[in-house]
């Protein structure tokens, strides 16, 4: 749903992307914690919101961003899932950024069989 605040047009999804992104890039531990489980909902779980290719795009550049710290594998799991779901959506742009301005899926290698899977998805839509 849209409605108006301070004569621009906002909605749901754009709230969420902006909380979510805050939330993913922010020094708190939890609050960081809390952002990779909000974007990992909005990619891979919300059935009734429909992500679209600008959303997959502003919220791969903050995941991009996130993987330049060292989060623990919970939270890489979690982001890596969405990120591979946002080279779905978006099949052409996320994968661009991945590749131009990374950090490489791969720095994650070896953290757990399953964020290996999830990179391994990733990875297959970048060449």
Not at 44 to 60: G, M, N, P, R
Not at 66 to 77: G, L, R
Request: hydrophobic share 40%.
């Amino acid at each position: 749903s849209e409605w108006q605040y301070c004569n621009q047009s906002i909605s749901n999804i754009r709230v969420t992307t902006k909380v979510a992104v805050n939330s993913l890039l922010a020094d708190d531990p939890e609050l960081r914690d809390r952002g990779s489980a909000i974007v990992h909902n909005l990619a891979c779980k919300e059935v009734k919101t429909v992500v679209f290719d600008d959303v997959a795009v502003e919220l791969s550049m903050a995941l991009l961003q996130f993987f330049n710290n060292s989060p623990p594998e919970e939270q890489v799991f979690r982001t890596m899932k969405a990120l591979a779901r946002f080279c779905q959506i978006s099949s052409q742009d996320v994968p661009q950024l991945v590749q131009m301005i990374g950090p490489s899926p791969t720095k994650f290698s070896g953290m757990s069989p399953r964020v290996d899977e999830q990179i391994a998805l990733v990875t297959k839509k970048l060449r």
